[in-house]
């Protein structure tokens, strides 16, 4: 048998390292992770600078968070939209 075809010869280990299933990671997957780990702790930081700096009361931070992290979104699905032309 093939190599890439999973069967019970191997361990389990073996099997997943040796399949080829093409999904090698890419530029936009490692851009999405870092955007996944970074965008929440930047926010809430760039919510509480805008509270520090006096732009806003502090019941006032949960909202700025909630409107960067949405906005956020839309740049990102429009991007996504724009470079894949879907």
Avoid: C, N
């Amino acid at each position: 048998m093939a190599k890439d075809l999973p069967t019970e010869e191997g361990s389990v280990r073996e099997r997943g390292t040796y399949a080829k299933h093409g999904d090698d990671p890419t530029l936009a997957s490692y851009a999405s992770s870092l955007y996944f780990l970074l965008s929440v702790p930047t926010f809430i930081v760039l919510a509480y600078v805008g509270y520090w700096q006096g732009l806003y009361p502090e019941s006032t931070v949960v909202p700025a968070f909630a409107g960067l992290l949405v906005a956020s979104l839309v740049v990102v699905f429009a991007l996504m939209h724009v470079l894949t032309g879907r």
